[in-house]
């Protein structure tokens, strides 16, 4: 008997001990730069004064949150809170928290400008805030730059202008290659419409491949053959696998690199002094010099067990103090309409930060509406992962470009045919 | 050395104790279910479990599985999804010319399919090749033969995602190999960007990965030839090319046989070292079967869990050919043995 009840407490115990416990919150978190050291220092801040909530950092790689997370969501599980990328795509796994916040009309006027890139379309819900607003954009070495007696084109250059340039510095100092893009639709989207893409059709349904896309297809094909691109970042993987090119960037082993403005923190952690570079926009295509906005989310999950203490952590992260001191840790740019109002003091001694972050701000005024249309668009994910396969099996020899954009129209298709049955 | 041995008899009957008395216990349901259901009833009685894990973790996954390729839409949950018959299969089989993936609908899955077909026919013959070699050279009378074959060996105990790390720090433009040849004064290869010699990577890297273990049943199969056959030959003064043809090879045959097998039904199923390493890049130039099934059902921007689902079932149905054959082949050795 006694031995009976030995087994069962030893059962309970064991059990006990790996359930979650009421009260625990999990916040699924993933890093570009310093934010994971900031986040976890908040919500120290956070448990020292709300002993009964345990809120339990799970740091994972970007490609835990873009592969494996929407499984999880799709099973009907997952983290308490998440900080994701694609969130309109997911967004009917999201919590609306409008019941749970203190204050919904201090939600509404701070953050309520990007509450339709993270919510079904119609719905009023409020799942989350933008942890950053990010926007695509490019990097110059700037040092290579001078080192080959180059001058950097103006903030009115085109594409053109910039590889050519970047190909004279990549001729001079004898690097691998001029450019590198990331590889990712999601990249090349902000040039493609700023060669009058549009990918947003009458019915808000994928239009079909236009021109503007076709023109800047070309040049990247192009450049990959010429060797001003470089072939590894696009080359090296199949399907929609995201490489960045960050890291030749780094190793000064391109004069100019195209990603966007979250890659500020981590440029200026891993370069320090070894070399000056400048943030430049985007380039001009033959319509608009446009990035592609954007940003990450922290969301709430519809799933979770303690949406009240999921929202009390909501609500602290949310406070514009909290935000301000996130975004000037993190060197992001804000999506707190209280927090942009006043001047931001960035916490870095690293003189190419500031001047990035401005180039930033100020590209930020040339986004295109046909680019400020696509995070609030469900379909984009689609087109971006059409356009990364195909035009990277064009520049592997394997399609031309007429096929590619023939396979680009049908994965679309496929993709929104599929998502409707 | 005597008290080692009584402390070893004490632990002994210290823990026969509780093995008896839990022995007692389970004696009368035992034999309780034996009066009732007889022999065949034991049987079942003791399989039971296995057949409970097998059940839980592999037919129903499996059952699920099929019928997920009956279905379509977004959702994850079957009771969420729309029933679509076979239409995911048609999809795949959706072809003007089964040899020209660009012809089909799914031409990433056709793609998979070639590249399999190419891989398994070049990595299954330089596995074998390269495995028999290794045994072969194992078999003689090396100084420090040990250690040798721990050397072959130990590619085998490598995690997958390891092996292809290491293969990418040494293949990649600023690798090691590069900087090898570039301090030879050679120009530096791209091996993971150019298409072929990617696809030579993937084999060479997967081989490398594995042989040890092929030429370790190898190597079992040569030790078990007897030595005086050997010797008669050598007494005979036939040429060892002869013995190796005569000798050697028809009596290795059962052994070469499990290889074959096993090493078809491992290169049909590629994937975790060679994604590591190339990403199924150039291109899709070594984009296999397994990661257009992964791919496609779990990280593609253009996810697709019913197609997954149709192209893993249709996957499954060559390996269980694959696995038949081994067994036919396998009971009709063991058959000639008999005779």
Redesign the interface.
């Known amino acids: 008997m006694k031995f009976s009840k030995g087994i069962m407490l030893a059962l309970a115990t064991g059990l006990m001990s790996t359930s979650a416990l009421a009260g625990d919150v999990r916040v699924m978190w993933y890093s570009d730069g310093v934010e994971g050291e900031v986040i976890k220092d908040l919500l120290d801040r956070f448990m020292k004064d709300n002993p009964g909530i345990n809120v339990v950092l799970d740091n994972v790689a970007y490609k835990v949150i873009q592969e494996q997370l929407p499984i999880e969501l799709e099973a009907g599980r997952g983290p308490d809170i998440a900080r994701v990328t694609n969130i309109k795509e997911l967004a009917g796994h999201w919590l609306d928290l409008t019941p749970h916040l203190s204050n919904v009309d201090y939600w509404q006027e701070n953050f309520g400008a990007h509450f339709d890139w993270m919510r079904p379309d119609g719905s009023s819900a409020i799942p989350g805030f933008m942890t950053q607003i990010t926007l695509t954009g490019g990097f110059a070495n700037k040092t290579l730059f001078e080192q080959a007696g180059v001058d950097m084109p103006d903030d009115k250059a085109t594409w053109d202008d910039w590889v050519e340039a970047a190909g004279k510095v990549q001729d001079s100092q004898q690097l691998n290659a001029a450019i590198a893009i990331d590889r990712s639709g999601h990249r090349v989207s902000g040039p493609n419409i700023s060669y009058g893409a549009n990918y947003i059709g009458a019915d808000r349904l994928p239009a079909p491949i236009d021109a503007g896309t076709k023109a800047f297809a070309e040049k990247l094909v192009a450049w990959t053959e010429n060797g001003r691109m470089n072939k590894e970042t696009w080359v090296s993987a199949s399907g929609t696998t995201y490489r960045a090119g960050a890291e030749d960037f780094i190793n000064a082993q391109l004069a100019y690199y195209y990603s966007g403005s979250w890659q500020v923190a981590n440029l200026s952690t891993k370069i320090g002094d070894a070399f000056d570079w400048v943030a430049t926009g985007s380039p001009c295509g033959t319509d608009a010099c446009s990035g592609l906005p954007g940003g990450a989310a922290l969301v709430a999950i519809k799933y979770t067990k303690n949406p009240e203490e999921v929202a009390k952590v909501m609500d602290y992260l949310a406070q514009e103090d909290i935000v301000r001191e996130f975004t000037e840790r993190t060197l992001f740019l804000p999506g707190h309409k209280g927090v942009l109002s006043k001047p931001i003091d960035f916490k870095t001694d690293d003189p190419n930060v500031k001047a990035a972050l401005e180039a930033f701000v100020k590209a930020a005024g040339e986004v295109a509406p046909n680019a400020s249309a696509l995070p609030a668009w469900k379909w984009g994910t689609a087109y971006y992962g059409a356009l990364v396969t195909r035009i990277s099996q064009v520049m592997a020899g394997e399609l031309k470009l007429d096929e590619a954009y023939a396979r680009m129209d049908e994965d679309i298709k496929a993709k929104v045919a599929e998502a409707s049955k | 050395m005597a008290g080692t041995s009584s402390l070893a008899s004490a632990v002994g009957t210290a823990l026969a104790v509780p093995f008896s008395w839990l022995a007692r216990i389970i004696d009368v349901p035992l034999r309780a279910w034996q009066r009732l259901t007889g022999y065949n009833g034991m049987a079942v009685f003791f399989l039971a479990p296995n057949m409970l894990i097998f059940g839980i973790f592999v037919l129903f996954p499996l059952v699920i599985n099929f019928a997920y390729s009956m279905t ?6 079957l009771s969420d ?2 029933y ?1 018959g076979a239409e995911q299969y048609q999809r795949l089989f959706d072809c003007s010319n089964y040899l020209d993936p ?1 012809s089909c ?1 799914e ?2 899955f056709w793609t998979a399919v070639r590249n399999t077909t190419i891989f398994v026919v070049l990595q299954v013959a330089l596995m074998i090749g390269v495995a028999l070699i290794t045994a072969l050279v194992l078999n003689r009378d090396l100084r420090a033969r040990s250690f040798w074959r721990a050397v072959f060996f130990f590619p085998v105990l490598l995690s997958p995602v390891v092996v292809g790390l290491i293969w990418r720090w040494i293949l ?2 600023q690798g090691l190999l590069n900087y090898m040849i570039f301090e030879l004064g050679f120009d530096p290869v ?1 091996w ?2 150019e ?1 072929n010699w990617a696809f030579a990577a993937a084999i060479g890297v997967s081989v490398w990965a594995h042989v040890g273990f092929y030429a370790l049943i190898l190597l079992a199969g040569l030790q078990a030839i007897p030595k005086d056959l050997y010797e008669a030959a050598e007494m005979d003064g036939t040429r060892p090319a002869r013995v190796f043809w005569r000798i050697t090879l028809p009596l290795l045959a059962p052994n070469l046989l499990v290889v074959l097998v096993l090493t078809l039904i491992r290169s049909v199923q590629i994937f975790d070292e060679v994604y590591v390493l ?10 296999f079967l397994t ?1 257009y099934i992964y ?1 496609i059902g ?7 869990p ?1 197609l997954a689902a149709a192209a893993s079932i249709l996957m499954g149905t060559v390996l269980v050919v694959l696995t038949l054959l081994q067994l036919g082949l396998a009971r009709r050795n063991e058959t000639k043995d008999k005779r």
Not at chain 2, 72 to 77: E, H, K, P
Not at chain 2, 278 to 284: H, N, R
Not at chain 2, 298 to 304: E, K, V
């Open positions: 379509g839409g977004g959702a994850l949950f999804r729309t679509v660009r609908t031409d990433m990649q433009r791209n993971l960007v298409r190339t990403g199924g890049g150039p291109g899709t130039s070594t984009l990661q791919e779990f990280a593609s921007l253009l996810r697709n019913g």
